[in-house]
């Protein structure tokens, strides 16, 4: 899996909507079991409540600070978001009023606490986002919610003590690097050139009396984009070890959780194994790029200095596209670091503001319940961070003696936040239920009577720490109604025994499933898998386009073998999670490579795969043909390729040396296929997946197998842009060499909108383009399963359609219990 790309900027999806329980496919770590079993007893008015199964938490329970994902989870059932998603993940603008929304052919109407609306002046460069809260929003202390409670929780985020998970502070809100460095903005413009040189001559610059700027001055820069761009790297770290050290540091690093949280060497290894940038082998970590190696015994451990210069060195020192790509603390390397230095030079001078910052300049309160916040230029999933954060109760929160916002006072002293931080044990919002307590790895709620949806028909509600080994057998026994379960034939055959008609859905369990954020792909290089010169000639264009038609007409039956009812093979290269990706109904829908070099579809309804397969090899020869590739009648068999292509390409697929991959038998029998036209398609499986990604940075690879991990907004720009091509200077993830203008251009016009359904109708034409350059068959999505207790959970009162960003919780207020009836 290509776990490196981005994996930090997955959102935080908007209260229970956005997940089933927890992060899909990470829910599996461990706890320490069901032990307390009086868990599903009757509540003292003799109501059951309804149990669900979660892993350890840390007692982190803040809507500003929670940091692992069962920690927010459990927070995110007592507070609201501004911003309402539907099952795509899109936006629903209308919430406070309501609005029906289509998906798979029902109409769903959506509701919520704001109405939000983006308007972008494209003279003035700039976006203006504005939320207008719904009248009469009570939190559950009977409390009304106002603009000045969004208010306050802006200023929590982007406080300069702020020390969350959040990202916000990344956005570019007008006023806002001002207010964070108490620099007004004529300052930042007398020094912002100064920085800006430095940063262009390089590390290894030479000092000399020729520079604008002194030796003192270019040693404190350095100084401070180091510490600055190492307290990222240190964020990597710690996100890998809050959300992911449980269930792959065996895996990465070959040590159990438990010795890893021990060891900061440790963790620094799987933050840096994790991120793509080493791998773990049989003499220990070795790093990417520059190719140090630990052993990982004893104090031969990897530190924060080693992996900030293996990012350095990544990006050759490029911090902006560093943390375009793999930032983890939300705090903009380039930016932050300006800000420190430009201070540095204030202070050293004598130099400052007298008066100061005193407000975000780009955030407004414009009447009781409507903020506006106004950043510079665009970007299209803005509006996810800047709408999208719960709104917290300012009176509970925050001081009311220290709020006036017109006077520039915002519930907490400028950098203190002490009195937030104070309160990450009982969170309170506006959410469906209240916490009451969390005792005996139990977590208790109870319904909030004033939930603007209606208080819950369910009372009582529990996260109850449990093993995912405990899951499916707690179901069974009645010690548990819901919990989650990585999908595979294994878990699948599990529930399966437990029903009477031998299905993982029946009399004893239901089991949901959603799809998991990411697939996975099989990949080609247009500049090594091509015809002459022109890697998008017709000829380059069908030699591709045969290849993938072989290998997309043994996806079904591979993928069905490798994961049964676990996965779903996909059609077009973006996560069928995603609001922007193409559904079965929609018109012009097609099965990936399912069309001839004539245009025609080349399977019927009615046809057995067998036949399918037949099919498949007749119309890659014809592709081929058509790809200036010579054909023997005689021997059946293709004998000579055409100038630049070849009769033989290599497909690397990081599958341990053991063919242990979803699309090892996709590989093994499209070789096979294409071996009787006389094309050989050579299997490379190394041991060290290393191997691989090493091939990718170089850009020498053929075929490959991957995989993409996913987030709420589908921007293709890292991934099929040209800039991005590997050695151009950008990101390094366009694998796939595409360097079509037009192609770039829609990805351009689709970020720079807030159009969502002209953005969809964009991502389709971009997604066609990709398809039709034949350079990725697009594999499988795995799924994620939420199994329920079909004996006590009232199954028709689930929300229809579950998703994965429209989880099981997502109407929790209408979920009721059968012994509650």
């Known amino acids: 899996m290509m776990m490196r790309r981005n994996l930090a900027a997955l959102l935080a999806l908007l209260l229970c909507a956005a997940m089933p329980f927890a992060s899909p496919g990470l829910a599996e770590t461990v706890a320490d079991g069901l032990k307390d079993a009086t868990a599903m007893a009757p509540t003292e008015d003799g109501s059951m409540p309804y149990v669900i199964a979660t892993s350890t938490l840390s007692e982190k329970f803040s809507p500003f600070f929670s940091d692992t994902v069962f920690d927010t989870d459990v927070v995110a059932l007592t507070q609201v978001s501004a911003l309402t998603t539907d099952r795509t993940g899109g936006i629903v603008f209308n919430a406070a009023d309501g609005e029906v929304i289509p998906y798979n052919g029902v109409d769903y109407e959506y509701t919520g606490i704001a109405n939000v609306t983006v308007e972008r002046d494209e003279t003035a460069d700039t976006t203006t986002y504005t939320a207008k809260l719904k009248p009469g929003v009570l939190f559950s202390d009977g409390v009304e919610m106002t603009a000045d409670d969004l208010i306050f929780s802006y200023y929590v985020y982007l406080d300069p003590a702020y020390v969350g998970s959040s990202t916000l502070n990344s956005q570019k809100i007008i006023g806002l690097q001002s207010y964070l460095t108490q620099i007004p903005e004529a300052q930042f413009a007398q020094f912002s050139p100064m920085f800006d040189a430095i940063y262009a001559a390089g590390r290894d610059h030479e000092w000399s009396d020729a520079d604008e700027w002194t030796q003192e001055q270019q040693d404190a820069f350095w100084t401070v984009l180091t510490d600055t761009w190492t307290t990222d790297v240190q964020a990597i770290v710690d996100y890998v070890q809050a959300n992911y050290a449980q269930d792959y540091a065996v895996d990465y690093v070959g040590f159990t959780p438990e010795e890893v949280a021990e060891s900061e060497g440790l963790q620094v290894a799987l933050g840096m194994a994790m991120w793509g940038f080493a791998s773990k082998g049989d003499d220990g970590l070795t790093s990417s790029v520059l190719g140090k190696t630990w052993t990982l015994e004893g104090d031969d451990l990897p530190t924060i200095a080693d992996y900030f210069e293996e990012t350095y060195a990544a990006y050759g020192g490029d911090a902006a596209a560093y943390w375009d790509t793999e930032q983890a603390d939300g705090s903009d390397v380039l930016e932050t670091a300006r800000g420190l230095f430009i201070n540095e030079l204030l202070a050293s001078g004598g130099e400052g503001s007298e008066s100061g910052v005193p407000n975000i300049a780009g955030i407004h309160k414009l009447d009781q319940y409507t903020v506006e916040v106004v950043t510079n230029a665009f970007s299209a999933n803005a509006i996810y961070q800047l709408m999208g954060i ?45 916490f009451v307590k969390y005792e005996n790895k139990i977590v208790y709620y109870e319904a909030n009577e004033h939930y603007y949806q209606g208080a819950p028909l369910t009372k009582y509600l529990q996260y109850k720490e449990t093993t995912t080994a405990e899951v499916a057998p707690g179901i069974q026994t009645g010690t548990i109604d819901a919990g989650e379960m990585s999908g595979s034939k294994a878990n699948m055959a599990l529930l399966a025994g437990y029903n009477s008609n031998g299905e993982p859905t029946g009399d004893v369990v239901t089991n949901i499933t959603v799809e998991n954020l990411g697939y996975g792909y099989i990949g080609m290089n247009a500049d090594t898998v091509k015809v002459g010169e022109n890697p998008f000639s017709e000829e380059s264009k069908n030699l591709r386009k045969a290849l993938a038609t072989v290998l997309a007409v043994y996806r079904d039956v591979s993928y069905d073998t490798y994961y049964g009812e676990a996965a779903n093979v996909i059609n077009y290269p973006i996560s069928n999670t995603s609001w922007a990706a193409p559904q079965s109904t929609d018109e012009g829908y097609k099965v990936a490579f399912s069309v001839g070099v004539d245009g025609a579809d080349l399977y019927t309804s009615d046809m057995t795969q067998e036949a399918k397969y037949a099919v498949a090899i007749e119309a890659a020869k014809q592709f081929l043909i058509s790809a200036g590739f010579e054909w023997d009648e005689e021997t059946s068999l293709f004998t000579a390729a055409p100038e630049g292509a070849k009769l033989e390409y290599e497909v690397l697929i990081p599958a341990d040396g053991a063919g242990d991959h979803p699309s ?24 060290d997946s290393n191997i691989l990604w090493d091939t990718l940075d170089a850009g020498t690879q053929e075929l490959w197998c991957a995989a993409w991990a996913s987030t709420i907004d589908p921007d293709m720009y890292q991934i099929y842009h040209s800039s991005n091509i590997v050695g151009l200077g950008g990101s390094d993830s366009n694998h796939y060499h595409l360097a079509l203008p037009e192609l770039d251009e829609l990805i351009i016009d689709a970020r720079t909108s807030a159009d969502q359904a002209y953005r969809k109708a964009i991502y389709k034409q971009a997604l066609d383009i990709i398809v039709d350059a034949a350079v990725e068959v697009p594999a499988y999505q795995r799924l994620n399963m939420v199994p329920h207790s079909t004996m006590r959970v009232d199954i028709d009162t689930l929300p229809g359609d579950i998703t994965t960003y429209y989880g099981p919780l997502a109407e929790c207020n209408t979920i009721m219990l059968n012994a509650n009836k």
């Open 390 to 434: 719960e709104v917290s109760p300012m009176h509970y929160y925050g001081d009311p003696e220290l709020y006036d916002y017109d006077n520039n006072q915002f519930g907490h002293p400028y950098g203190d936040l002490s009195i937030v931080q104070a309160k990450t044990s009982h969170p309170v919002g506006a959410g469906p239920y209240k």
């Open 664 to 687: 090892f038998a996709v590989l093994t029998d499209a070789s096979a296929a294409l071996a009787s036209l006389g094309i050989t398609l050579k299997i490379n499986d190394p041991s």
